[in-house]
Structure formats: C-alpha cells, structure tokens
C-alpha cells in the first residue's frame, strides 16, 4: 500500500516573487531605518504601509536573465547583419540619419543616466517590492545604453558627428535640453525621480518619442534602430506599470500626497514636453518618408490616451497637468519652431538641416492647413533664396536661453504664433529668463535648485567653453568644423551618400 | 479536472468550467495568461514570439488564450486565489416562469424555477431572448439560499428589444432559457470587515440576493445598505427592508429619492455617493463596498469611496449597461485593473 504522501507543491510564482522581495527584507537595528534611507522621508511623501505596494510585474531574476539573454540574442544578430550587409546603404537618404544622430547623442546618454537613477531609487526606497523593481529597471537601462552606443558605432563608421557623444553630451549646447531634463530627476528624490521618469516620461509620453521614432525608422530602412527600438520596448511595459503603480500607492497612502504628487505631474509633463520637441522637428523635418505629423500623434498620444488616463487620475482628486491646454494650442507651431531655431543655429551642432523641398512643404501644409503657408513657408522662401545666392543663413549671435528647458527662446504666446514669449523671475536680485509659463512656474517652485542651471550660452560669455570665437567653442565641443556642421546641402557626407547611390539614381 | 472540447483554447474551456484563469488580450499578445504544461502535449496556436518567448516554449510554457489540446493534459496556472469564490461551472440551463408581477411601474419581478443550477449573490445569468442574436443579462434578485428558482428584475428599456419581450411576451408558465452563473461580484466574506451595499435603481437586485445572503449567517460584521432611486414607487421591497433594518441590529438602511418626493417621504433626498458621504461622515477606510447600478452611478460612488480612503482593492462593482450603453463606453487608462 502507498503511503499517503503530497509531494511538496511548486511555489507559486506570487509566493516566489514575494520570497524574493519581502522575504529579502528586513528591518535594521544596529541603525534605524531613517538612517538606513535617509531620503525616502525627505521629500514631504508619507508611507503608512510598505506591504500596501503591489507588484506591479513579478519577475525573478532568473527569468530576467534568461529574457533578456535571448533579447540580446535576436538584437545582435541582427546588428551583424546589418554591419555585413551594408544595411547603412538601405536608408531612404542621408538627411535621415540627422534624425538618428540627433536621437543618439541625446537620448543614448539619459540611458545611462537611467540606469544610475534607478540604481539609486533602488537603493534609497525603503521597500523591499519598490526596490527590486527600480534595481531591474537599472539593469534594463544600461542594457539599453549599450544597444544604442552599439547602433552608433556602426552608424560612426559612415557618417559624421556620432565620434564623441559623451563628450559632446557634456557640452554642447542643444544636448543641454536632455542633459538637464535628467540632471534634475537624477538630483531629485527617490519618489520624484520614479514619477518624473517611470510615470510622467515613460507612461505619459515615452509614446511620443518611440513610436513615432521607431515608426519612422522602420519607413526610412532603418533596421539597426527598429531592433534596438523593439528590444527596448518589450521592458518598457514593466517600466510603465511601475510608474503607474508608484503614483498609485503614494495617492493611496495618504492625502497629504496628493498636493505634493500633482506638483510633480504639473512639472514633468512640462518638461517632458518641452524635451519632447526635438522630436516634433525630427517628425515633420528629418524623415524623407514620413509617418504622421507631430499635431497627430499629440492628438492620438496625448490628447486620447493622456486624456483617459487624466479621466481615471480625477478620481484621486488629481488634476489634468498646468498648460496641458497650451501645449494644444501649440501643436500646430511647435516642430517649425523648432526646425527655425536648428536651422539658425545649425553651424554650432552636429548634425545638419536644411530647407524642406517643394514636396515636403506640400506634406507639411497639408498636415498644419492653418499655420504651415501663412507662417512658415514665407521664412523657408526667403532662406531657399538666401541660399541660392551664396548667402545660406546662419545666426552668429548667441541666443537667449530659457532657464528652465534650455532651448533658445523662440517659441510664441500661445494666443499669438507671431509673438515671441518671453517670461522673467527675479530671484536674489537676478533676473531669470525663460520661455513659457510653464518653464517660469517650475523655476519659481524650486528657485534654489533651478538658478544653478549651467547654461551653454551663459557658459560661453563667461569664457568657460574654450574661447570667444564659435571655432573656440565648436573646437571645446570636439566638433570637426566643416563636416559635422553646417547644412546638408553641400556637405562632404552628401557628397558620399550621392557616390556611393549614384548606381541607384541612373537606374531610376 | 476539466473537459475541453476539440479545437476549443484552454482559456476557454477553464473559464467555462469556472477556473478563472487571468487573461487579456485573448489573441496571444500579452502574454497575461501564460501557463505552465507539466504533462500531455499542446498546439501553441498563434502566441507571439514576444509574448511567448523561445526560452518559454522550451520550458513548456503556453499561452492559454491561443493553445489547444492535442492530448490529454496537465496544466499548472498561477491564479490570485479568491478564498470566496466558489467556481460554479457555467452552465447552459432551461427554467420555468411561475410567477410575474410588476415591482414598480417599470419593474417586472420574474421568478423561474429550475433545477441543477447553483449560484453566489451577486451574479448574473444571460436570458436568451427569441429572435435576438445576444442575449441580455440580469442578477439574481434573490438569495442562492431560496431553493428551486431565483427572481429576476427587468427593467423596461424605452425601446429595448430584450426587456420588452421579457415585459410583453414572456407569460407565467413559458420556459426561459439561459446561461450561468457569471460575474466576479460576490461577497468576500473572509474580508471581514463591515459591509457597505450600494443599489442604484435596478442595481437592487443583486444587491438585495448580497443582502439577504448575508443575513441568512448566524452573524457577521454591520452591514449599511443605501438604496437610491428616482421616487418612492421606483423603490422595489422599500417596506420589507425598513422591516428588516428595524429588526436586525447589524443592519442599517437608507433610501435615497433623486426625483420629487411626496410630502409623505421623510427619508433622505439626492444620490447615493451623497449619502455615503452624509452617512459615514467622509471616512470609508476598513469597509467592503459593493456598488451595483448604472455606469454614472457606480463612477459617482467610486469617486466618494476613494475620497473617503476606500480604494479598488475594497471595492466591487457591478456595471448595469443596457446594448445601447455599451457602444458609449468611455475610453479608460490601465491605471485601474477593475474599477
């Protein structure tokens, strides 16, 4: 006869993962706990109960090694193909890889900036489900870093301005707008760096960015980009939800959150936005086959799903974000803004620009019916003809920086696309500039923190950036004066591009 | 142990069988419903490869919403464990009409006998209505306790197809075809903590088989009913349930009268989520509520329960759409799982 044994049960994977978060934890006693995680309070945030958070994804390490181990796998495999392959030849054309250097230089650093903020939220939340979760997001982050330096690599081999991004990233001056966006999450709390980064940035609007971006990679024969993009991607699910379960369990553990949360969703989306309109230009300028307009996937990612999300936030007594509704008003100006400022400046960067064609000027007045003619295709008129003549534009003088997002203050009243807006704070004595309402508040908020911006422009006029003449700065930058700058439009990487597809034009 | 028929997807086969499996998408693309195949063999059907990884397929992981059985199987799933949820198969089920009466000028009270069919307070059957192709759904009105039948209460929809067959057609005596149980709103006993039962209009219903389930134990924690309507006729078993409040010291109840009142009511005016918040003094932190009604209703009390500490993890809700309702339904964020 058989002996009634039950064999021991499997743990389920609840049970696992709670073993490896709360049953890892434990409460200090050769120091209190308030040393032990000295910052978690210090943010004004009030936890009751730690076990109150749920986990928002339950993976253990051994799962996430093997997941991300076959991830690793199926990108470098198509990495080595795309070397082998020449799949540099496949883009639409060079003018689309401004796009790719614009997105690599300035968005492959805040990766790694990434991965030191989770690394240190991971280290000062004092609970245990919290803090796994944040150290595996690091891990995702520096995965994602090194995928992308590795697109860049090979993309450094063909074209110009990608040979020295950390440097640059430190320096020069349009890098300044991520640089700083993560900077100030980075110096932030643990709470407000979750909420900037995994709610505001990576729920809210991280569509935005790769969707179209990868969208538009995938058009324009970008395959190297599209596969660290959908690498990417398959984290960033776990990454959304715990930024939705961050804001979740600080709204839920007790009412004095709420004011401090609703502060910051007012901020980051302010500042993700305004971050976020270097990629309107990309949409709408820098990709020969283009997606949809950035007024587009504002309206479908913003408007729509922002406004369900906001919609469910109202239940917690949370608001819609200050100066959504100027952001509205702004979608159909805000990429030719943009597009005007690289332009002016586009001597001092890395990258080129240059006048749309007559069939991009078609797409863009199709897409901005009220703006695009009467506002912007007079301006690019009168440059195409500047041009024509020898005489391409180029602004020698060094622009106003908005204090708070860093980008030249050329964006308009919101009421009025003609008007330029300027805003001021005066702070001990200082006067402060910035370019909107929205930059303005977030400085009066935190004047401390925010008047110690370091400004490229303020930077140069103090002679710290190598010299007073642009060669100075340019040769501080690390830039090769000649080849990584100016226009397209008679650059030595247009000169390669149209050799090595000269068979593919007499074809055609 | 449950039965799959050829070609039918192990989600479906365990949901039928009342295993509630967590799902989705239902296509292969989340990856939410992923099991474990410890023994027998399956067709993975069309799971994505990044839904369901190479290393998973190895390791004989499936997604249940998309395999299908090529052998007799053993599955292990990882399910959140309701302790209250008793897993009643669905099945399909023909009862009797033995009595019919209006409740309200609206309302009619159906009551069918049938025999073999087990449910928990709060649930629903789907009605098969001749002629329509989907059927419609109502809660049981009555306690699972009252042997051989339930009551249902239909509403008449201006217009409805459905509950004006049920109204016009449907006579005592005729059968009446239907599907069940179904629904996750039940009473968590094991919670133990007081109860707070929200009704809107014909949301009564199951709030009242919730009612007086709880009320057939022995004891239990206070129960507070609030009871909301547009006027005093609209009020289905009003007298019975000031009785029973009277009478039974764990219960209290409050009726609600949205619309004009005769000079008579002296109960309370305006709308349930209002009466949470003049009856419980703004604090609902430590209850259990049950809300069941029309959609702006159970949104309504939502927003007043989280105002009060109380949030989706102590809250259920029913939603009471009719078909015209459901094609209006607002768009939603995933920051909710159920509410």
Redesign the interface.
């Known amino acids: 006869m058989a002996a009634a044994t039950s064999a021991p049960r499997?743990l389920?994977?609840?049970r696992k993962y709670a073993m490896l978060t709360r049953g890892l934890g434990w409460e200090t006693t050769y120091q209190p706990m308030d040393k032990v995680y000295p910052f978690d309070r210090f943010e004004g945030i009030v936890i009751h109960d730690w076990d109150g958070w749920e986990d928002p994804f339950r993976l253990t390490v051994d799962a996430y090694w093997?997941?991300q181990a076959?991830k690793e796998r199926k990108l470098y495999a198509v990495m080595d193909s795309v070397a082998q392959n020449n799949g540099q030849l496949g883009i639409t054309d060079a003018r689309y890889l401004n796009a790719v250097k614009l997105f690599l230089t300035g968005v492959t650093p805040l990766e790694y900036a990434a991965h030191r903020g989770f690394a240190h939220a991971g280290r000062h939340l004092r609970g245990v489900g919290a803090r796994i979760a944040a150290q595996m997001q690091s891990l995702d982050e520096l995965r994602h870093a090194q995928t992308q330096i590795h697109t860049l690599s090979h993309y450094n081999k063909y074209f110009d301005g990608l040979h020295d991004f950390a440097h640059m990233h430190d320096r020069v001056w349009y890098l300044s707008v991520p640089k700083s966006f993560f900077d100030d999450a980075l110096t932030a709390g643990p709470f407000e760096f979750v909420t900037a980064i995994s709610f505001s940035f990576e729920y809210v609007l991280t569509n935005l960015l790769f969707v179209p971006f990868m969208s538009g990679a995938a058009f324009n024969g970008d395959m190297a980009t599209v596969t660290f993009g959908f690498s990417a991607q398959?984290d960033e699910s776990r990454h959304m939800?715990l930024g939705?379960e961050v804001v979740?369990f600080m709204l839920?553990q007790d009412?004095a959150n709420v004011p401090i949360v609703q502060r910051w969703l007012d901020k980051w989306f302010w500042r993700g936005y305004r971050l976020l309109s270097l990629v309107s230009a990309m949409m709408d300028y820098m990709l020969p086959k283009r997606v949809m307009s950035w007024a587009e996937a504002w309206e479908m990612y913003f408007e729509?799903?922002g406004?369900?999300?906001f919609?469910?936030?109202?239940?917690?007594?949370i608001r819609p974000p200050k100066h959504h509704d100027v952001a509205k008003k702004e979608k159909s100006r805000l990429s030719h803004e943009v597009w005007t400022i690289l332009y002016n400046y586009t001597h001092a960067a890395a990258f080129h620009t240059w006048v749309p064609s007559d069939d991009e000027m078609q797409w863009l007045s199709s897409k901005y019916p009220d703006t695009f003619d009467r506002l912007y295709r007079p301006r690019y008129r009168m440059w195409r003809e500047a041009a024509a003549r020898g005489e391409r534009f180029y602004n020698d003088a060094l622009p106003q920086l908005c204090n708070v997002c860093q980008i030249p203050m050329a964006f308009t009243e919101p009421d009025d696309p003609t008007k330029i807006a300027f805003r001021e704070s005066i702070w001990r004595g200082e006067r402060f500039h910035f370019c909107s309402d929205g930059c303005k508040d977030i400085f009066d908020d935190e004047p401390e923190k925010m008047s110690q911006s370091w400004l490229p422009v303020h930077q140069i006029f103090q002679g710290n950036c190598g010299g007073a003449s642009i060669e100075d700065v340019l040769r501080y930058y690390h830039l090769n004066i000649g080849a990584d700058n100016l226009d397209y439009e008679g650059s030595p990487e247009q000169e390669l591009w149209d050799a090595w597809t000269a068979d593919r034009r007499t074809a055609r | 142990m449950v039965d799959v028929a050829a070609g039918q997807t192990l989600l479906a086969a365990c949901l039928r069988a009342g295993v509630h499996l967590p799902h989705a998408c239902n296509h292969g693309l989340c990856g939410t419903c992923k099991v474990t195949v410890l023994e027998g063999e399956v067709d993975l059907g069309a799971a994505s490869t990044?839904a369901l990884?190479?290393?998973e397929r190895e390791e004989g992981k499936a997604l249940a919403c998309c395999a299908t059985l090529r052998s007799d199987a053993v599955i292990?799933a990882?399910i959140?464990e309701d302790p209250d949820a008793l897993r009643l198969a669905v099945g399909d089920h023909v009862g009797r009409v033995v009595a019919a009466e209006m409740a309200t000028p609206d309302t009619r009270r159906i009551r069918v006998a049938v025999s073999g069919f087990a449910f928990q307070a709060g649930q629903y059957v789907d009605v098969r209505i001749p002629g329509l192709e989907r059927p419609r759904a109502f809660s049981m009105a009555t306690a699972p306790s009252a042997r051989g039948g339930f009551d249902l209460l239909v509403k008449r929809v201006p217009g409805g197809e459905g509950t004006g067959w049920l109204h016009d057609r449907l006579a005592v005596g005729d059968a009446l075809a239907f599907a069940g149980p179904f629904g996750r709103f039940f009473v968590r006993r094991s919670a133990d903590r007081p109860i707070l039962l929200l009704a809107g209009g014909s949301g009564i219903s199951a709030i009242r088989s919730m009612l007086d389930d709880l009320l057939g134990d022995a004891g239990g924690p206070p129960i507070r009913l609030i009871y909301g309507a547009r006027s005093e006729r609209d009020l289905v078993g009003h007298a019975e349930l000031v009785a029973r409040a009277a009478s039974t010291a764990r219960l209290s109840y409050t009726a609600v009268l949205s619309e004009e009142a005769s000079p008579r009511w002296d109960g309370a005016r305006g709308f349930v989520h209002e009466q949470i918040e003049a009856t419980l003094g703004g604090s609902c932190a430590g209850h259990t509520a049950y809300v069941c009604g029309p959609p702006a209703m159970i949104e309504a009390c939502?927003?007043s329960l989280?105002?009060g500490?109380l949030?989706e993890r102590d809250i259920y809700t029913e939603r009471f759409v009719t078909v015209a309702d459901g094609a209006a339904a607002?768009?939603?964020?995933?920051?909710?799982k159920r509410?």
């Open positions: 499997r389920s994977l609840k093997k997941y076959e398959s939800t939705l979740k839920e009412p729509e799903s406004g369900a999300l919609a469910d936030l109202e239940r917690y007594g | 990044f990884m190479d290393v292990e990882d959140d939502i927003r989280m105002k500490r949030f607002l768009a939603r964020s995933p920051l909710f509410l």
